[in-house]
């Protein structure tokens, strides 16, 4: 996963887009999937929530059908923190439960505290 400085979100985009292409063109997954979650998360910080939300759910897509699910929490809490940010809230409680039901099984509870978080936070909006 590729992180930035905060302020250079447009360049990062770039960098993101040039790795996209690349694991596309070499026909890798998993490469794809962080790519799209590090595009979708940079375009969530530059304000272009719409663009993140196609690239997260993209993201998704790709987890399902190749059954390749190593970033699905990830893809799934980010994709609910957007849609919080864009007032969906329903929609956002619904994604976060599916974050949370696999982030209970992972080793690292932090995830689940994060998206128990997350979940307390819409619960009050």
């Given at each position: 996963?590729?992180?930035?400085?905060?302020?250079?979100?447009?360049?990062?985009?770039?960098?993101?887009?040039?790795?996209?292409?690349?694991?596309?063109?070499?026909?890798?997954?998993?490469?794809?999937?962080?790519?799209?979650?590090?595009?979708?998360?940079?375009?969530?910080?530059?304000?272009?929530?719409?663009?993140?939300?196609?690239?997260?759910?993209?993201?998704?897509?790709?987890?399902?059908?190749?059954?390749?699910?190593?970033?699905?929490?990830?893809?799934?809490?980010?994709l609910?923190?957007?849609?919080?940010?864009?007032?969906?809230?329903?929609?956002?409680?619904e994604?976060?439960?599916?974050?949370?039901?696999?982030?209970?099984?992972?080793?690292?509870?932090?995830?689940?505290?994060?998206?128990?978080?997350?979940?307390?936070?819409?619960?009050?909006?």
């Amino acid at each position: 996963m590729l992180f930035w400085i905060e302020g250079s979100e447009l360049e990062a985009v770039e960098l993101l887009r040039e790795a996209l292409a690349l694991s596309r063109y070499q026909g890798d997954r998993a490469a794809e999937i962080d790519a799209l979650l590090g595009l979708g998360t940079a375009w969530q910080y530059c304000g272009e929530r719409l663009l993140a939300v196609v690239d997260f759910r993209l993201g998704l897509t790709l987890c399902a059908m190749t059954g390749i699910g190593e970033k699905e929490h990830f893809l799934l809490h980010h994709l609910g923190r957007c849609l919080v940010e864009m007032g969906e809230l329903a929609e956002a409680k619904e994604v976060f439960e599916k974050a949370l039901v696999i982030r209970e099984t992972l080793p690292n509870k932090r995830f689940a505290e994060s998206t128990r978080g997350a979940l307390a936070d819409v619960a009050k909006m």
